[in-house]
């Protein structure tokens, strides 16, 4: 079939034919997989056969092509319909198609970027669409780049609050290359969705939030077309809300309650309704060339702090990443609302067309930066690391499309003090070590935080450095190399009866409670634990050789932190090396740092007094 | 001051005296404090005054009485205003107010329910909003009660999406007991909201869910009141966006950059230009009396299944659900649109009055559940343990506040099989393990998973349950006891050489890798770990002492389990019996559920080459 161009009529046989080949790959898929979602996919094939067919601009011979469209199925369990779509377009030959779901195959239940024309996992409802929005912030704000970002979001998805902040920051950032296509099937999926075919009040309020608002018949091509022309003339992002049946084409199943998420009953009869099978090929229109673009920086000086001044991590963080913005242009940083605490306001400073103000979204904010990465931007966002809690599927989804994403978490542990517990981060580190293939960074002094975030900067993957808002004294000389993986140990001898491991403000109150034993005749070894993950094993076995007991002291639950890893270390080895594991076990309340530390007994007193228990 | 009912007329001169109260006694706390958020608290203070002299009906001596309206601070950092008001209502007096942030007092940075009057902590935003559905749903759905849910909510909060949530579902249950008002003070902690005092677009968005909104001036008393009028009015939800001035009353600091979370630089400036220090009192109107309510139960029979029969525990979760529904009226259950995945639907089935379908919105799930459980409902709450994660802010609060919530994640590990990773639960584990005080169990079969849903009804705290997708072979006889904190040896001889210690779909694994290690001579004692926390150190303690190794095996990442749990056992007792954690490791992708397990080295076949390794 030859390439129809957006200027040519309207074929409306042509692209009939197309949506049933959709429609028909989709039951084929599915039916091969023993699972799947068809229905799901049948429900937009007219919406995408007119898409690929005269909108889209793409060249899948060459997906690093920075002139592309993005094509982000937001509704990622629509999978049958995406690689059906690749198919049409040459990507994947038909045998490739019928491997869906199978062991080893890159045709995956829900789509990853192990395909490479998939920019990010979805399949976790919610998602594509703030997603979306960083990479139509890369197009708009620091490229000014032509491409579009076309979003096929699900009905049922649009009861997630992160599909609102996303409308919300999209109108805000006026995205006008943003087309969010909405397949409102009605039918979720176990029984019909809040507002079912009632499309007005979803377009109502995306309209205001500054969309362009259109609400069609989906399965109507000419509506779609002209929908889709109107989307792409408005001076502001578009959605369109598309009803449409889900499994339209084949009676048995369109609009049919029940029918989400399994193969059809009688695929053969399905595939004869919808007309057969096809082997229509679509020339898909090819994107303008790449438009090139040029990013100023502003030279910022390498932070370097004093041994013995008091400095905040977080203010080192801040610092830093001012540093490492002039040091590498792709360096971008997103804030939560809470830069003038995280301090990331010292990097919109310098480099404010790199800072995106997401405002108390952290969902948008994470899933902003995953959008940016797929655009190789290096994104650092930082938010107090409590409220990162709120965007812990992203992060975990982020780690499924392999994404470059970097976090910081302020005012972390008991030590924030008066505002009390909701402020304080106290699971961040288990709750992200947990996350494929993560780093998790704790640095203990303000040079150490300088070397760490550049460590982040040049490490591809999931990194998390967990910042402390007090002010702590400078440990290390400026330019002091902490690799990540690495540990330090800070004291030690050749007669130590016991190691404190530490990190951030607990590795003070280890060197206070060093002093104390000391003067009690006890030498302490301690290890400055600032990679949590990866861990420095060797070092914690050292020490379970050389010394008769080991305690680790941290800000953070005893469960699945500092104390924990240490553990994991020493009972993989066999080590009988006993561990006393100080951490925060009951629910704190406001005051002083130095109550609230004394009150979990991770303070320099209460370490002396396990020590002493320890050692009997 | 006398009780100034509503229905006399509104004195202007005395509500701005109590409105000045409370900016006083703000400023006047947070001064004392050396911290805290005076000026979004002084945003408020007319909008507060208005509320409790003529509309809050709360008896602030029985703060039990099920009669009394709630009022919740979404905007939790406003606490200095929230304090002032019970000073006013005479509920705690100004010696009181102004331990505020001190250590051990109750009065913390952000509130908590350690106050009587307190239902839930606030603090971290875009909470107390869909919380209060909860409550309002209990109210309205549950009790046919009276009392009206009143939320004060700041405008950044907007921002966040569970507020949409919170508005999309108030619209759709037709919560007409629920009074919103947004206290629009256009800056936030860092700058400028995104609207600003520009209300139209929330209230657009709002009305589009079913709302009635009003715009106001929030320092006007009569619009105030007016607007109180009228939502008590209003057959549907009522949100009213009140345009205020941060700071207000306050020239230095009104409306004024830079002030945010701070105590006023000049206190007693600023109070002399409020007027004074004043100890006005308000007699808060009393509550009706409560209504006696009924709750119809229907009979279910005790699920019980037959030793070697294939089950699903999600199955058993289900059954079981359904049968302690009829067991205790107050047990009700939320689902996230994955009922027949989850099987909540089969307790939907028979109790449908007390089954709350919160769609595709974990977070408003999760919210709604803390705000059941104000009015002491016992709400078991369900969707993939995967999606869980994207509540998990919300679970990090709930335990701040003491909640009773029980969870349930489904189709949790790789063994979930073709739809691929964004489907497993792979970190539920370790990040609610690291909730204080929470309880983590995860059932091997379905007669154990239907105790422990017993046991979790009758456990008050936060639980949670994790489920299978796969149908297992079932191990116990019905009505076997087991308990939180429990474990079963389900394996055991005298001639034991190593423990496997697994729970859920590993532990037939384990039992299907002791039968081929049988076979070649090696005697295994397998662990049933079903309660992962708290954990039972003996039976792990025994095994270190009666076996030469001890190998774990989960189906989940390696950081945070059931490896680390056991890790953490052996390394505080300084056991030298080697330990070898088997967990996934790789990113898995899509196939049949033997093929993951396999891949993952987590399976039979997995768990015997590991045995061989360990024992040498």
Request: aromatic share 6%.
């Amino acid at each position: 079939m030859a390439q129809a161009s957006a200027e040519e009529t309207l074929n409306r046989e042509q692209l009939h034919e197309l949506a049933q080949q959709l429609r028909v790959d989709s039951v084929r898929a599915a039916a091969a997989a023993g699972s799947g979602h068809p229905t799901s996919s049948m429900s937009a094939a007219d919406l995408m056969a007119v898409l690929l067919t005269r909108y889209l601009h793409y060249d899948f011979d060459a997906p690093q092509n920075r002139a592309n469209d993005h094509l982000v199925f937001s509704k990622g369990h629509a999978s049958p319909l995406l690689y059906s779509l690749y198919k049409m377009a040459g990507a994947i030959d038909d045998e490739e198609l019928l491997t869906f779901r199978e062991f080893g195959s890159r045709l995956q239940g829900h789509p990853t970027p192990e395909i490479p024309w998939v920019d990010v996992a979805t399949g976790s409802l919610g998602q594509g669409l703030p997603i979306s929005i960083g990479i139509a912030l890369a197009g708009k704000r620091l490229e000014q780049a032509d491409f579009r970002v076309w979003v096929l979001c699900g009905d049922s998805e649009l009861a997630e609050g992160s599909m609102w902040e996303a409308f919300e920051h999209a109108g805000h950032a006026g995205l006008d290359n943003m087309i969010a296509i909405v397949d409102v099937n009605r039918l979720g999926q176990r029984g019909p969705t809040m507002h079912e075919w009632d499309t007005a009040s979803w377009a109502a309020r995306a309209a205001a939030c500054g969309w362009d608002v259109q609400e069609i018949d989906g399965h109507d091509l000419e509506a779609i077309d002209a929908a889709y022309t109107r989307a792409l003339a408005a001076d502001r992002p578009a959605a369109i809300f598309a009803r449409t049946k889900k499994g339209s084409g084949v009676a048995a199943v369109a609009d049919q309650p029940n029918q989400h998420g399994k193969p059809l009953a009688e695929p053969e009869a399905a595939i004869e309704e919808l007309g057969g099978i096809r082997s229509h090929r679509v020339e898909v229109q090819s994107p303008p060339e790449p438009r090139p673009y040029e990013i100023e920086t502003t030279p910022v000086e390498r932070p370097a702090y004093e041994v013995g001044e008091k400095v905040a991590t977080r203010g080192a963080y801040g610092d830093a990443l001012a540093w490492i913005g002039s040091l590498d242009e792709r360096v971008v940083a997103l804030d939560g609302e809470v830069g003038n605490s995280t301090y990331s306001e010292r990097f919109a400073a310098k480099h404010p067309d790199r800072f995106f103000e997401m405002y108390i979204a952290e969902q948008q904010m994470v899933a902003a930066a995953v959008g940016l990465q797929t655009r190789d931007w290096k994104p650092f966002a930082s938010s107090f690391g409590a409220f990162l809690s709120r965007a812990y599927d992203f992060v975990r989804m982020a780690a499924i499309s392999d994404a470059d994403l970097k976090l910081c978490g302020s005012h972390v542990g008991v030590s924030i003090g008066p505002d009390g517990p909701s402020q304080m981060a106290l699971e961040d580190i288990a709750s992200l070590r947990a996350v494929f293939d993560s780093v998790v960074l704790y640095p203990s002094d303000a040079n150490q935080a300088v070397e760490l975030v550049e460590a982040m900067r040049a490490h591809r993957g999931i990194s998390y450095l967990r910042t402390t808002r007090e002010a702590t004294p400078v440990l290390y000389e400026p330019g002091e190399s902490f690799e990540i993986g690495g540990s330090r140990t800070v004291r030690s001898s050749g007669e130590d009866r016991v190691t404190l491991i530490g990190a951030g403000i607990t590795l003070h109150e280890c060197l206070a409670a060093a002093d104390q034993l000391a003067g009690k005749g006890i030498a302490a070894r301690i290890i400055d634990l600032y990679s949590v993950k990866p861990v420095d094993a060797d070092a914690i076995l050292t020490a379970a050789r050389e010394t008769d007991a080991i305690l680790t002291v941290e800000d953070h639950w005893a469960e699945g932190g500092i104390g924990e890893t240490v553990a994991g270390v020493l009972a993989e080895a066999a080590s009988a090396t006993p561990l006393t594991r100080l951490a925060v076990t009951d629910r704190p309340g406001s005051g002083p740092p130095k109550d609230l530390l004394r009150a979990a007994g991770i303070d320099a007193a209460g370490i002396t007094t396990a020590v002493e228990q320890a050692l009997g």
